[in-house]
């Protein structure tokens, strides 16, 4: 019995845990968390990456109406749904901190890191929903 009460505060844990690091790109896109330093990252080329995303704004508002609906998502009993809306953002979060921003065991990577650890939990233990969506379907014409 303590088991399955343990797993299910771990889950709402696991569900805070990413639903605080969504909404650091909706605060983004609304000017409360400032402008990117040149601290932040570990190249420049990372910085410059950064300031080109943040100067067009045409990404970070994408990326704060997909976490906004992803979040909206995960806490309405749509978690799959959530995981998979979240996956490509998280793929490429960690991607660029591997190949411009020095690797994945740098300062900026963890947030990262964890990020693709809870989306990975989230699709795993969804995992059941994403069958129907692997099987070859017959087209009908």
């Known amino acids: 019995m303590y088991h399955v009460y343990m797993k299910r505060y771990l889950h709402i844990l696991a569900k805070i845990v990413f639903s ?3 909404i650091l790109p909706i605060l983004g896109a ?16 990372a910085f410059a990456f ?4 943040t100067t067009v704004m045409y990404i970070t508002y994408m990326m704060a109406v997909v976490h906004g609906i992803a979040l909206i998502a995960l806490w309405t009993k749509r978690e799959a749904l959530a995981a998979l809306l ?4 998280t793929l490429n979060v960690v991607a660029f901190h591997l190949v411009i921003d020095g690797g994945l065991l740098t300062g900026g990577a963890m947030l ?5 650890i809870l989306n990975l ?3 795993w233990v969804n ?6 969506l692997l099987k070859p379907q017959r087209v009908v014409v």
Do not use: K, S
Not at 50 to 53: C, D, Y
């Open 20 to 22: 605080l690091i969504l």
């Open 30 to 45: 609304t000017g409360v968390l400032g402008e990117a330093t040149r601290d932040l990252y570990n190249t420049d080329v």
């Open 50 to 53: 950064i300031q080109m995303l």
């Open 86 to 89: 979240e996956l490509p953002i």
């Open 112 to 116: 990262a890191n964890v990020m693709l």
């Open 121 to 123: 939990y989230l699709l």
């Open 127 to 132: 995992r059941a929903m994403y069958l129907p």
